[in-house]
């Protein structure tokens, strides 16, 4: 245990700032999305991605790595928007193993309809509170753990 490499009181600090701050931050996005809505942030992450993409349409596996889901997990997710009629998958034409998961009319409308009120919110909770300056460090610093994080994570 002699070459752990432990963190200093200002690292400590910082990171537990950075744990705590982000999990409150999660939890204040999904009540938001949940109570106005009807929807988690998880969902709403999932909506937004697919409404991005060409033709409202991205393969399964594709949509997974933009949301940094598990297969599993993402086929839940995609079959709770399904029964809300906000998502449709089908398989590719001549490719039956590969799934495409389609934002419906619905659903753009429930992402159309929520995107105020979430941006809004994360504005309230997050920008209103920093300078320019702070926004573009906060980009660099995440924009640098993001980097390291794809890089030996292999996302």
């Known amino acids: 245990m002699s ?3 432990w963190l ?5 600090k910082a990171w537990r700032t950075y744990i705590w701050a ?3 931050l999660n939890e204040s996005l999904d009540r938001q999305l949940q109570r106005e809505a009807g929807m988690p942030h998880a ?3 999932i909506l937004a991605m697919l409404s991005e993409a060409p033709g409202r349409s991205l393969t399964m596996t594709e949509l997974a790595r933009l ?5 599993s997990r993402l086929s839940h997710a995609v079959a709770k928007l399904e029964a809300q009629g906000w998502v449709f998958r089908r398989k590719r034409p ?10 419906t009319d619905e659903g ?6 929520a995107a105020p009120g979430h941006v809004e919110q994360v504005r309230r909770v997050l920008f209103d509170l ?17 980097t390291n994080l794809n890089a030996t994570d292999g996302i």
Not at 95 to 100: M, Y
Not at 108 to 113: P, S, T
């Open 3 to 5: 070459d752990t490499r």
């Open 8 to 12: 200093d009181d200002d690292e400590q």
């Open 22 to 24: 982000s999990r409150l």
């Open 43 to 45: 969902y709403y992450v």
């Open 67 to 71: 949301v940094r889901s598990s297969a």
């Open 94 to 103: 001549g490719d039956a193993r590969t799934t495409i998961a389609t934002l």
């Open 108 to 113: 753009f409308a429930a992402i159309a309809e």
């Open 130 to 146: 920093l300078t320019p300056e702070q926004t573009r460090q906060l980009h660099d610093i995440f924009g640098a753990v993001l």
